[in-house]
């Protein structure tokens, strides 16, 4: 090899023909996290209903994940594969960094639901979802606070502790007359 090559190209070439590299290969756990996921696959069908509950189910194991590794997340991804195996991806942004179940659900719903009314095919047939939570932060990062609420966060009561005074001074129920759910508010 040193004939046909200068003698830093033969080293090169010896060393890598050994797997000597100076590249650092860093575990897993050192790695910085760009984003979660979770997706499975089924027999292809277009049940809207079937289809609405796997997404339940995928967000509800991606907000555990979440918060048993203490993350959050700002933009959520729903990937679905048709039964023509074409896949498809779409992100949206939430107003603010969570790993809430309920949150993940309705902003991965609206994005479902779009795909699903936007495609060509009528009703679109799918084999395969998925949801990611990516835009990383971790749970306890002071800059995540949370700027603007949202309208969960005000029906469940949850907010800054100056709302939450106030709200408790000035509480009236009111009851839903579709649904008879019971809100107390302002």
Known sequence: IRLLFSELSSDF????????????IEPPEERERKSISTET???ATSDRGQL?????????ELAKDCKDKAITGQAVTVKIKSHDFKLKTKVSQMCQFSNCEELIHVTAKKILTNLLDSSDEQPLSLRLMGV????????????????????????????????????????KKYQCPMCGFEVESL
Do not use: H, W
């Open 13 to 24: 070439y010896l060393a890598v023909s050994q797997g000597i590299g100076s590249t650092r």
């Open 52 to 60: 609405l509950e796997t997404l339940a189910e995928l967000c509800a």
């Open 132 to 171: 990611r939570l990516s835009e990383l932060k971790d749970k306890n990062d002071p800059s995540i606070k949370q700027r603007q609420g949202n309208i969960l966060a005000f029906v469940r009561g949850e907010g800054s502790s100056t709302q939450a005074s106030m709200c408790k001074a000035n509480t």
């Open 41 to 43: 696959t089924f027999r």
